[in-house]
């Protein structure tokens, strides 16, 4: 329980607890799988269940009392009432930009799914060699698995050879909407750790070419050693500040933008953050967004797909910014989506999908395609 408290003492906003507690749980090699699965669970708990805690009390009753809690709300979550709920799960600026629903409040009070993305074709394999795997109930999801084992999974031989990838199911679905056909040029223009950029790498069948850009040269450092691991080759990395000059001089076929958004949709994940993000964040990265959304489409080609996505849900940073570019950019037509979550549901050129129905993040996503490249502006 030390290690727990320590950890939930220690985090802030610029230290995440998640960032912490994998710190700290690596520097300590004496511990069990058991031992970390405990104080991960602990600390995760206490985030998720704060708002019922008595600060008064000493951390360690905290703890227990959030523990508690969480097996309560996982054999009972009748017991709960959706007033209660929706008022304790989240921060109170949250109505002001999201829809606060009884059912997604219901969703952030629930421990997540781990979801696995085999790489194409090894989905049995995985399932068949790590066990505790379930497919999802969508059948567009042909390589998504759902992992209720124990093991550490880093340290699994299949995921040592590339085998699979630990994603997000809605990641995924964000991988699928983009559709890359073999043989076209992709921008990941915000790629982070690349998790996209190998799963659009992974869809092409390797053929093509997929340029992943991100700010900070660590993570594209982290992208190059997963890449390696996952056997793709297919790909190239660019540091990109967000600015209006493009990555390369590259017309791409599709350009995925996974934009810095508040995190909203990852609050069941991560409940820590459901306590550090503000609403002055919110308003900050809309303006972020609204820019590198501008910036990146000026580099796609006629007939191309442009992507936004963000694991948000707040309206700022989700339709108000598909609004935004629509109206400032006439020569692309939105572009409808087949939602992977309800393939019988009419197609949309904007998806949100919530937690509550997925049983994965929340994401929003708005595609469109190009009709035509603007003529210059006059000059004089």
């Given at each position: ?72 709300f ?89 085998a ?47 340029w ?9 450092h982290?992208?190059k ?113 087949v ?15 919530w ?26």
């Open positions: 329980m030390e290690l727990a408290e320590r950890v939930i003492t220690k985090a802030t906003p610029t230290i995440p607890a998640d960032l912490l507690l994998r710190q700290t749980l690596a520097r300590r090699k004496q511990l069990t799988r058991a031992d970390s699965a405990w104080i991960s669970r602990a600390v995760f708990s206490y985030f998720r269940w704060r708002r019922w805690l008595d600060e008064a009390q000493p951390m360690n009753a905290q703890l227990e009392r959030a523990l508690a809690l969480a097996d309560d996982a054999i009972s979550p009748a017991n709960f009432l959706d007033a209660e709920l929706m008022s304790n799960a989240v921060p109170s600026w949250t109505p002001e930009f999201v829809t606060v629903s009884p059912e997604w409040a219901r969703s952030l009070q629930a421990e997540p799914a781990l979801w696995l993305r085999a790489r194409t074709g090894m989905a049995a394999q995985v399932s068949a060699q790590l066990g505790n795997c379930d497919s999802p109930k969508w059948s567009e999801f042909t390589e998504a698995l759902r992992y209720d084992g124990q093991e550490d999974l880093f340290r699994h031989e299949l995921f040592q050879a590339g699979f990838e630990i994603q997000d199911l809605a990641s995924q679905a964000v991988g699928l909407l983009c559709a890359p056909q073999p043989g076209e040029t992709w921008w990941d223009a915000c790629a982070g750790e690349g998790g996209k950029t190998l799963h659009l790498s992974d869809l092409m069948g390797g053929k093509g070419l997929v992943a850009s991100d700010r900070a040269e660590w993570r594209l982290r992208l050693q997963r890449a390696g691991r996952a056997g793709c080759f297919n790909y190239r990395s660019v540091l990109w500040k967000g600015g209006p000059k493009p990555a390369t001089k590259t017309m791409f076929d599709g350009i995925l933008l996974d934009a810095p958004c508040s995190g909203v949709g990852t609050w069941g994940r991560n409940p820590h953050a459901r306590w550090t993000t503000n609403s002055q964040d919110v308003s900050e990265l809309a303006v972020v967004q609204r820019d590198l959304l501008s910036n990146v489409a000026a580099s796609l080609k006629v007939g191309g797909r442009l992507i936004y996505a963000v694991c948000t849900l707040t309206r700022p940073e989700t339709t108000e910014i598909a609004d935004a570019f629509s109206a400032a950019h006439p020569e692309f037509t939105p572009l409808p989506l939602n992977p979550f309800a393939p019988g549901a009419p197609a949309a050129a904007r998806l949100e999908l937690p509550q129905v997925t049983g994965a993040n929340g994401m929003f996503i708005a595609a469109w395609t190009r009709q035509a490249i603007p003529d210059p502006a006059p000059v004089g």
